[in-house]
């Protein structure tokens, strides 16, 4: 059986998650989580293996005890809206544009996560692409 070090390690290796994607995804603080990935501590709490299991598709049992199934089944990974205004952010920034267009370009990113929630009714499409049109052009 594996130690819960090497779980965690095998969850951030296949996620690509770092120490402080699982104080985000957790709410604990850094030593927390530096004690879950290089010990002492031994086992999680449930709610802790649950935010995981949550945020990347490994089995909070997994994590907690090393009972297989490894990975929940069908899992899709939530959609950080955050994360993907600070890439807008980043990316408009990083393009030269004047904060004009970057604010424009959040804007169009904000369009685009509508679309994202999973209404995709063809009124809804056609509202969307109006709106994406007069925040670009």
Request: net charge neutral; aromatic share 6%.
């Amino acid at each position: 059986m594996s130690t819960l070090q090497e779980r965690i390690a095998e969850l951030m290796a296949e996620t690509k998650a770092t120490h402080a994607d699982l104080m985000r995804v957790t709410k604990l603080t850094s030593p927390a989580i530096t004690f879950i990935i290089n010990g002492p501590t031994k086992s999680l709490k449930t709610s802790t293996a649950a935010k995981l299991e949550r945020a990347y598709g490994f089995s909070a049992a997994w994590l907690s005890d090393g009972v297989l199934p490894k990975k929940v089944r069908d899992f899709e990974p939530p959609i950080n809206e955050g994360h993907w205004r600070r890439v807008a952010q980043t990316l408009a920034k990083e393009l030269g544009d004047t904060p004009v267009n970057a604010e424009k370009f959040v804007a169009a990113v904000d369009v685009l996560s509508e679309l994202i929630d999973g209404d995709s009714s063809d009124e809804k499409l056609q509202t969307v692409s109006r709106r994406h049109l007069r925040l670009v052009a």
